[in-house]
């Protein structure tokens, strides 16, 4: 059964500083994985997903995620935090073939003036 | 414009009522999904379909209750048998191609009192 863990449920991060969160997975086939982002009161909006092309995967907003299957990781990172971007933040795994997503239980990502 | 549409955003009920949450789609999409949201605990699937007049549980099905009687819709039932039905609920979508990417509608928070 595939699942996914988010270090940190919480993060803190100063305006200008790298945003960095993190992701791993546990998946018995190739996974395709998603970074969703939530805004409060709303639903979430993908921000980019790794489908097994290239292993550096670019988004919205300045986003950009690695595939790393060695580490089981998919780490969500941005050079230059923004006030806009403070937010809840998902990783989602589907093995690949199949339907169902599993989501980790979020990241909310705080800034700093 | 394509989207999702969930109506309403707000809903409150009195414990014992059944109530119905409205999900609508105009991205011609084969599948739908519903998503229970609580704190700290990501997102939930409820209920999932992939074709017309077809569906499954997903893991957290009691209590709840669904129908696809067309492609563009997707309306799930929240029953007097479900314990605690107070959260935020996500309706989505997804188009059978490779990625399998979820769109998500806005969202209706359910208070129960």
């Known amino acids: 059964a595939q699942s996914v863990t988010q270090l940190g449920s919480h993060v803190s991060v100063s305006e200008g500083a790298l945003v960095l969160l993190r992701c791993n997975y546990s998946?018995?086939?190739?996974?395709?994985l998603f970074w969703y982002v939530q805004y409060p009161n709303q639903g979430l909006q993908l921000l980019l997903k790794?489908?097994?092309?290239?292993?550096l995967v670019k988004g919205i907003n300045g986003f950009e995620a690695e595939f790393k299957k060695s580490e089981t990781s998919f780490h969500l990172t941005k050079p230059s935090a923004h006030m806009s971007d403070a937010a809840e933040y998902f990783c989602?795994?589907?093995?690949?073939?199949?339907?169902?997503?599993?989501f980790g239980t979020g990241t909310r990502l705080t800034i700093i003036p | 414009d394509g989207g999702i549409t969930q109506s309403p955003k707000y809903l409150f009920r009195k414990e014992g009522q059944n109530v119905t949450l409205s999900c609508e789609q105009n991205?011609?999409?084969?599948?739908m999904y519903w998503y229970r949201q609580d704190p700290g605990q990501g997102l939930r699937l409820i209920y999932y379909?992939?074709?017309?007049?077809?569906?499954q549980k997903g893991d957290i099905a009691e209590g709840y209750s669904v129908s696809r009687e067309k492609k563009e819709s997707f309306p799930l039932t929240v029953t007097s048998a479900q314990k605690n039905p107070t959260a935020f609920y996500l309706c989505?979508?997804?188009?059978?191609?490779?990625?399998?990417?979820?769109?998500f509608g806005p969202g209706t928070r359910l208070t129960v009192t």
């Open positions: 989505a979508s997804s188009a059978r191609d490779r990625a399998y990417e979820q769109y």
């Open positions: 998946s018995s086939v190739p996974p395709y």
């Open positions: 790794y489908t097994s092309a290239a292993t």
């Open positions: 989602a795994v589907r093995p690949a073939l199949r339907e169902k997503l599993t």
């Open positions: 991205l011609n999409h084969d599948a």
């Open positions: 379909s992939q074709i017309v007049n077809d569906f």
